[in-house]
């Protein structure tokens, strides 16, 4: 979870409970006690009280932070391919998109370009999944004159004379 995500701002994200409790004992507050943090109904509680202490255990302590820097790296990671792919993205026309600038891609930009033209082509918001990436891909990556896709939102996607075509009914 990102300390600041569009409209929403966490900035106590980074900080303990026991952090935070401690503060408000100090400044003579009562902390709100959260009933939904203790409710084993929801699988976030139960992953903090139960998977957690087994990690610390047989992993060693610190096994939280460690996650959170993970997290944290993955999320810049993620921010920086996405980035670069909306670059590359830009000025592609989906209706006929050169394999040979897709292929030269690494994967992981790719991929998110493929999405993006997806999208572009008419694929409802959210409704694409890793299956219809791959499956794309592999008419990028893997050709052997497999036909034309069906995708999302009534998109089709081909493979022609090196180049990879996005259509939609509408258009």
């Known amino acids: 979870m990102a300390s600041n995500a569009g409209k929403y701002v966490r900035p106590l994200l980074s900080i303990t409970r026991e952090e935070t409790?401690?503060?408000?004992?100090?400044?003579?507050?009562?902390?709100?006690?959260?009933?939904?943090?203790?409710?084993?109904?929801?699988?976030?509680?139960?992953?903090?009280?139960?998977?957690?202490?087994?990690?610390?255990?047989?992993?060693?302590?610190?096994?939280?932070?460690?996650?959170?820097r993970s997290a944290a790296l993955l999320r810049d990671d993620a921010d920086a391919l996405d980035g670069w792919a909306l670059e590359a993205f830009s000025g592609v026309e989906v209706e006929s998109i050169a394999i040979e600038n897709l292929v030269a891609l690494p994967r992981a930009v790719r991929t998110r370009v493929l999405k993006l033209a997806l999208y572009a082509a008419g694929a409802p918001q959210g409704s694409v999944s890793a299956d219809h990436v791959s499956a794309i891909e592999a008419l990028v990556t893997s050709w052997h004159g497999q036909g034309a896709l069906d995708m999302p939102g009534g998109v089709k996607v081909s493979r022609i004379s090196g180049r990879l075509s996005l259509s939609h009914p509408s258009n």
């Open 21 to 68: 409790v401690n503060a408000c004992s100090e400044v003579g507050l009562i902390p709100w006690i959260d009933p939904h943090n203790s409710d084993q109904q929801f699988l976030r509680v139960r992953v903090r009280t139960q998977s957690l202490p087994v990690l610390e255990e047989t992993i060693g302590p610190g096994i939280s932070a460690a996650l959170a």
